[in-house]
Every structure is written in structure tokens, then in C-alpha cells.
């Protein structure tokens, strides 16, 4: 059972990714201030803050989508394998079953076998009947769930979810927060970010908060909910207006 | 001497009757532009996605060039093939000139340009929304020119029919590097050009109608494959 390797075994595993001063300008305007971070084992890490506060940014650095303008990415030892799933997913302009097979041939997957683990895929996600259907005409919630399917078989180490439901209904949202649990049983680390503090509290261990380029607190979900450290995070919890 | 209005009666008995030299100029006018288009796509569609690609010293200046030749003379693009394939020209011992391998080499070269340009629009657009997805599964740019272009697939019909048009309508090249024989390098636009200065304007007139429904035809049969696909893709 490979498949459900537990979290404790994967975090061995998968390297610690490092931000060292990492920051990012663009035309003299500072978009994320300086910052350090690590991040290490199996956890899920919830990227919080408000719009613009840089979390999409961070997500882009860490997964190699954007260099940094100083400071240095890094993962300390061998790079894992990666997935990210955007707010918007895109979805190639194909079959939703095409979606999945373009993948399995993109990471290498012998062509015998990728009919099959696409189809395995759409059926855990609940997409099965949908398999003839063109990607762009799926609802929003399906076409999420094509993007999760797609992520699921790359088998990622760490899979980065830039806010995946910030864009969905009730059921959808309910959907990709129990595929997230799914992937963090199998083994992945899950870096994802959201604005949405009852998701963050149903899924982090635990928490970066930034706020206005800068990050302000990477601490247990726990005691982050508790009790945050930074007056712009007790008022983000508060539900009040920061930037 | 037939007067203009029975001209036009005429020419629809030609075309009704299938007349058999008009059927012959008709095959070779299709078959010339048809493989013209076929080669300049099969070239021009991959240079098109690797020049939207690829960042190098020198894309600027080549996407300038490429823009600027879509307005290629069709008689500048025949003369420079006319002297590449004469006797005493650098391919001249390939015997290609007055065939119509000849036309289709010039053709190319018209065509050519059109649809690199214009692949290289449409790719550049729809990399921008790919980008990031792409670069996250790893996909590699080589890689990426064949998924770009598929998935451009719809647009880049209208590239390759534009691409069509300027071939079949264009008379310049092919009149140099032809010669317009009777036969062997006679297509429409040549053979209007030549019963028109006769007057036998029954056949030009034929000859007219029938270009502008086979491009008519193309185009509809096109736009009606492109509307249907992009109905049901989304």
C-alpha cells in the first residue's frame, strides 16, 4: 500500500522547501518584503491573508513558476515532485479524459497505461460520467475537480493550491477541501491559500499570515487561531478590514 | 463577338457543361494553391509557435520581417523564383521553371509569411493563458509547439484559409514562373488575365465565377467546421 503511505514516512522524504530573503519588485514597487521561511514535512499549510497581501506571489516563487528579484528559492535536497491548481483552472481544449491522458504522457507514463489511470481518476473524483465532455464546457466546480484529478495523477510530493475555491459553490468548495485531505493522506505536502478563515480552520496545521507584502506569522493553526501574534492577524480573525 | 449580357449566359453554359479545358484549369489552379498551402502550413505553423515561444537576439527584427512580407508583390515573390529556377540561375539545373512545381514553390514563399505571422499571434495569445499550467506540469517548450498548436486549432483554420485565399487570388508569381502554357501552367487567374486582353470574356467570366465560388465554398465549409467545434469545446 504505497498509495497511503503515512504522512510521518513522506515527511522524510520530501525535502524542506527555503525561502532565503526572498523578495519580488516590480517597476520599483516592493510586492513581498524580504522573508525567510522553511517549510518541512507533511503538513498543511494555510497562506492567509487579505487580497493583494502576496499569496499568490509566494505560491508562484515556491513553485518555481516566478523568480525571486533577491533572495533564493531552494529546496534543501532533491526537488520533489510538484502540482499547483490555480483559482482558475487551466483546462487544455480537449476531452476531460484528453486532459488526463496529455498529463500521464507529459510525466512520462507509459502509453499502455494512461487510458486506465485516467479513467481511475475521473472516477475518484466523481467525474467518470463526464470523461467525453470538452474541459471548458464543465461547470466551475467540475472543471476544479478535472484539476485536482490532473494534480492526483502526477503524484505530487507538494501540491500548491493557489485560493481553489474562491470561485465555487457550497458542494464544489466541500469537494476540493476533502480532495485536500485526500492528497495529504497519501503523503503530499499541501501548501494552500485562501482568504476564507472557517476553510483555513477546517484544514491547516498550520498558518503564514501575510499581510501587505510583508509575512507576519508562521505558527500552529492552532495557536494562530488562539491567539495571533500580530495586531493585523487578530483583526483578519476578527473579520475586520486590514491592509 | 458576344455582348456583355450573353457573356455571363455563356459562361454558366461552360461551367454547366463542364467544359473540359475549363475543368483542367480549374484541377491545376486547385492542386497548385492546395499543395501550396499544404507546405507552407506543414513549415509555417511550427515557425510560427517557435517564434512565440523562444525569447532570442533578433525576434523583434524577424517578426518584423515576417509582418512586413505578408505584403509581398506576388510579381517580386515570381521574379526572385524566376531567377532562382532560370537556366542560368543557382537551381537552374533542376529544369522547375515554366512547371508547376515552379508555381508552387512561389506560392509558398507568398503564403509562407502569412501564416508564420499569424501563427505567431495566435500562439503567443494562447501561451499566455497556458503558461503557467504548462511550466507546472513540466511540459517542456518543445513539447509545448505541438500542444499549442492543436489546442489553436480553430483559429489557425482561419490562418490557413487566409493563407489559401492569397494563394488562389494571387496571378503575379504565378505568370512569371509558369508562363501561363496552355496545359501544363495554365490556372484561373492566369487564363482570366489572358481571355480578358482577347476578349473572350464568356470564358473569363467563367473562369471568374468559378474561383469565386471554389473560395466561397472553402471558406463556408471552414467557418462552419470552426462554429460547430467551438459550440461544442467551448
Redesign the interface.
Known amino acids: 500500500m504505497n498509495e497511503m503511505l503515512h504522512p510521518a514516512t513522506a515527511a522524510a522524504r520530501v525535502a524542506p522547501l527555503a525561502f532565503e530573503g526572498v523578495s519580488v519588485t516590480h517597476r520599483d514597487q516592493t510586492l513581498l518584503n524580504p522573508l525567510t521561511l522553511r517549510l518541512a514535512g507533511c503538513h498543511r499549510t494555510l497562506v492567509m491573508g487579505p487580497n493583494g497581501a502576496g499569496k499568490s506571489l509566494l505560491l508562484?516563487l515556491a513553485?518555481?513558476?516566478l523568480a525571486p528579484s533577491s533572495g533564493r528559492v531552494h529546496w534543501e535536497g532533491e526537488t520533489p515532485r510538484?502540482?499547483?491548481v490555480?483559482q482558475r483552472p487551466?483546462l487544455?481544449?480537449?476531452t476531460a479524459l484528453d486532459n488526463l491522458t496529455?498529463?500521464l504522457a507529459?510525466?512520462g507514463t507509459p502509453r499502455r497505461q494512461r487510458l486506465a489511470l485516467a479513467r481511475e481518476a475521473l472516477a475518484r473524483f466523481g467525474l467518470a460520467a463526464l470523461e467525453k465532455r470538452?474541459a471548458?464546457?464543465l461547470s466551475g466546480g467540475e472543471q476544479q475537480r478535472l484539476a485536482l484529478a490532473?494534480a492526483w495523477l502526477?503524484r505530487p510530493d507538494v501540491l500548491f493550491l493557489d485560493e481553489p475555491t474562491s470561485a465555487l459553490d457550497p458542494a464544489a468548495i466541500r469537494a476540493v477541501e476533502d480532495a485536500v485531505v485526500d492528497f495529504h493522506e497519501r503523503g503530499t505536502r499541501i501548501v494552500m491559500s485562501t482568504h476564507d478563515l472557517h476553510q483555513a480552520r477546517r484544514l491547516a496545521d498550520d498558518v503564514l499570515f501575510l499581510c501587505g507584502g510583508r509575512l507576519l506569522e508562521h505558527t500552529a493553526a492552532e495557536a494562530f487561531f488562539r491567539a495571533p501574534a500580530s495586531p493585523e492577524a487578530r483583526a483578519f480573525i476578527r473579520g475586520e478590514l486590514v491592509w | 463577338m458576344p455582348t456583355d449580357a450573353n457573356a455571363f449566359q455563356t459562361a454558366l453554359a461552360l461551367i454547366l457543361g463542364m467544359d473540359p479545358v475549363l475543368l483542367g484549369i480549374v484541377a491545376l489552379s486547385l492542386r497548385v494553391s492546395l499543395t501550396a498551402v499544404l507546405i507552407a502550413a506543414l513549415l509555417a505553423l511550427p515557425l510560427g509557435a517557435a517564434l512565440a515561444l523562444w525569447r532570442f537576439p533578433g525576434r523583434g527584427a524577424i517578426i518584423v520581417v515576417l509582418n512586413a512580407l505578408m505584403g509581398l508583390p506576388p510579381v517580386v515573390a515570381g521574379l526572385t523564383v524566376y531567377l532562382l529556377l532560370s537556366r542560368a540561375g543557382p537551381l537552374g539545373q533542376f529544369g522547375l521553371l515554366f512547371t508547376p512545381s515552379a508555381m508552387v514553390v512561389a506560392q509558398v514563399i507568398l503564403i509562407l509569411p502569412i501564416i508564420a505571422a499569424l501563427t505567431r499571434q495566435q500562439i503567443e495569445e494562447l501561451h499566455g493563458?497556458?503558461r503557467?499550467?504548462l511550466?507546472?506540469?513540466?511540459?517542456s517548450r518543445p513539447?509545448m509547439i505541438p500542444?499549442l498548436l492543436?489546442?489553436a486549432?480553430f483559429s489557425l483554420l482561419t490562418v490557413v484559409l487566409a493563407g489559401f485565399g492569397r494563394a488562389s487570388a494571387e496571378v503575379g508569381a504565378v505568370m512569371i514562373v509558369g508562363g501561363n502554357i496552355e496545359g501544363v501552367t495554365r490556372v484561373m487567374t492566369t487564363a482570366i488575365v489572358l481571355e480578358t486582353s482577347k476578349g473572350n470574356l464568356p470564358l473569363a467570366l467563367g473562369l471568374g465565377l468559378v474561383l469565386l465560388g471554389l473560395v466561397l465554398l472553402v471558406n463556408a465549409a471552414a467557418h462552419l467546421v470552426g462554429e460547430s467545434a467551438r459550440r461544442?469545446?467551448?
Open positions: 508562484r513553485h518555481g513558476l510538484q502540482a499547483m490555480f487551466v487544455l481544449r480537449r496529455y498529463a507529459v510525466t470538452p471548458r464546457v490532473r502526477t | 493563458e497556458y503557467d499550467q511550466r507546472s506540469l513540466g511540459v513539447r500542444t492543436w489546442d486549432r461544442r469545446l467551448g
